[in-house]
């Protein structure tokens, strides 16, 4: 049973900073098939960077070139380091995990909230 724990949310003013970190239970394998999510009020959750199988990382295009998504394997944690935000990046992140590298995200944090302001 995987355990997953964000934190590093908070307020910031447009166009400033963040880091997200995400610690996992398990330390193999920690760093593939792990992804972030985030969901608005009223909207459907959204994907928003991901590691895949083979350690290639995606985003959504909202996010890329702004968003990066890493990991330190030593310290079993997934980042996710936020810049020039924007009040659209106002959400509640939650990273997630496909277990056993399965299709599904299955496994999720608790979420941390971002709240960007002009």
């Known amino acids: 049973q995987r355990q997953l724990v964000e934190s590093g949310g908070g307020s910031v003013q447009s166009g400033g900073s963040l880091r997200l970190s995400c610690v996992s239970s398990?330390?193999?394998?920690?760093?593939?098939?792990v992804g972030w999510f985030r969901q608005a009020p009223g909207k459907e959750r959204e994907g928003v960077a991901h590691?895949?199988?083979?350690?290639?990382?995606t985003y959504a295009a909202s996010v890329k070139g702004r968003f990066t998504i890493s990991q330190d394997n030593a310290k079993y944690t997934i980042y996710l380091q936020m810049n020039s935000l924007k009040p659209e990046d106002t959400a509640m992140y939650y990273c997630?995990?496909?277990?056993?590298?399965?299709?599904?995200?299955?496994?999720w944090g608790q979420g941390t909230q971002v709240t960007v302001s002009s």
């Open positions: 398990e330390n193999t394998y920690s760093n593939v098939c």
């Open positions: 997630a995990a496909r277990s056993g590298c399965g299709p599904e995200y299955d496994q």
């Open positions: 590691i895949g199988n083979t350690g290639g990382t």
